[in-house]
């Protein structure tokens, strides 16, 4: 008997060290010795950007001046304005028509007999297409005649060849409109279709084409959709 109660003393140190081991395997209350789960990534889905409009429709006015290659002096200034159609290719290239007129401008103000046309096509490039301030790139190539008389009356004496290079920034107001500004150099090379002494802007020979070139500030008013 006395043995037996010697032996179960001489347990009691190991059930109290093995008890808290089973109760706790981490080693503190309630804490779980398992993996946390893994975080599922969160994935931002970004909208593309509305698509830019493909058409635009402009209204121009201002003015230009031209004179002979061979007579920079001798300029005849132009006030008029014109329309221009835009096609977006690309979001940055656009190619557009443009059609302008305008009627000569003497010193004291008062208008001349001089009418110019010009029609050009017009390729333009946008570095940055969606910024509210739109600026571009332009040059186009096509045709212009001038006219003599009175409106009504008016005849084309010479005609021929045209090219622009320039310039514009437009400020747009929301999607659809914007307002505008155009810098452009102009060169024309013009041949007598009647050729009188009056009507004549330089004094080139007929046989030879007759060289302007000059420069034109104009404002707008675009419509896009």
């Known amino acids: 008997m006395r043995n037996i109660v010697l032996a179960s003393l001489a347990s009691l140190p190991i059930f109290a060290a093995a008890a808290p081991a089973a109760a706790d395997p981490g080693g503190a209350p309630g804490v779980c010795d398992c993996a946390a789960p893994a975080m599922a990534p969160v994935v931002v889905v970004v909208p593309p950007p509305a698509p830019l409009p493909r058409w635009s429709i402009s209204l121009r006015a201002g003015g230009l001046g031209l004179h002979p290659e061979e007579d920079p002096e001798a300029e005849t200034s132009f006030g008029g304005g014109g329309l221009a159609v835009g096609y977006r290719l690309a979001p940055r290239w656009v190619i557009a028509a443009v059609l302008e007129g305008a009627q000569e401008q003497l010193e004291n103000g008062d208008p001349g007999d ?13 570095p940055r297409p969606r910024a509210r301030w739109d600026w571009y790139l332009s040059a186009g190539l ?10 009504e009356n008016a005849e084309v004496v010479q005609s021929g060849g045209a090219f622009t290079f320039g310039g514009g ?15 452009r150099v102009i060169g024309l090379a013009l041949e007598d279709v009647e050729p009188t002494d009056a009507a004549r802007m330089t004094t080139t020979p007929d046989e030879e084409p007759i060289a302007l070139s000059g420069g034109a500030f104009s404002i707008s008013g675009s419509y896009h959709f």
């Not at 096509?142 to 409106?151: F, Q, S």
């Not at 920034?169 to 810098?183: D, N």
């Open 142 to 151: 096509g045709g212009a005649a001038i006219a003599v008389g009175e409106d």
């Open 114 to 126: 001089h009418h110019l046309s010009l029609f050009t096509v017009e390729a333009q490039f946008h």
């Open 169 to 183: 920034i437009e400020r747009k107001f929301g999607r659809h409109w914007g307002i505008g500004a155009q810098l």
